[in-house]
């Protein structure tokens, strides 16, 4: 059984940081993008960041500067470091993976087969 599982959620001040990890078990992601979505009260689940399977990334652009994910293939582990968070990044963030190998980062999270529980990023003015 696939599982992936959040972790490094919080609650936090406007300008603090967070490392948001997901460790996925039942199958290697090794050779497989892995993203992070999040979903804030009353709105879409958007794409956040993701990896490919040779580490290239990508953000959407109200996080690009201040997120950075990166992933542990030893681990089957990828991480969500978040760098002067805002309170407009308060939400929910889900871990997402794709079943196809050497495939790309796809924005949308109809893309993705395997999902994370998700965790909650609070930050406070």
């Known amino acids: 059984q696939v599982q992936l599982v959040e972790s490094g959620g919080g609650l936090v001040q406007a300008g603090d940081s967070l490392r948001l990890s997901c460790a996925a078990s039942?199958?290697?992601?090794?050779?497989?993008?892995m993203v992070w979505f999040r979903q804030a009260p009353g709105k879409e689940r958007d794409f956040v960041a993701g990896i490919n399977w040779s580490k290239q990334t990508a953000y959407t652009d109200s996080v690009r500067g201040r997120f950075a994910i990166s992933r542990d293939n030893a681990k089957n582990t990828v991480y969500l470091q978040m760098n002067s968070l805002k309170p407009e990044d308060t939400a929910v963030y889900y871990c997402?993976?794709?079943?196809?190998?050497?495939?790309?980062?796809?924005?949308?999270?109809?893309?993705?087969?395997?999902w994370g529980q998700g965790t909650l990023v609070t930050v406070s003015t």
């Open positions: 997402a993976a794709l079943a196809s190998p050497f495939s790309r980062v796809s924005t949308s999270p109809n893309d993705y087969e395997y």
């Open positions: 039942g199958r290697t992601f090794t050779n497989h993008a």
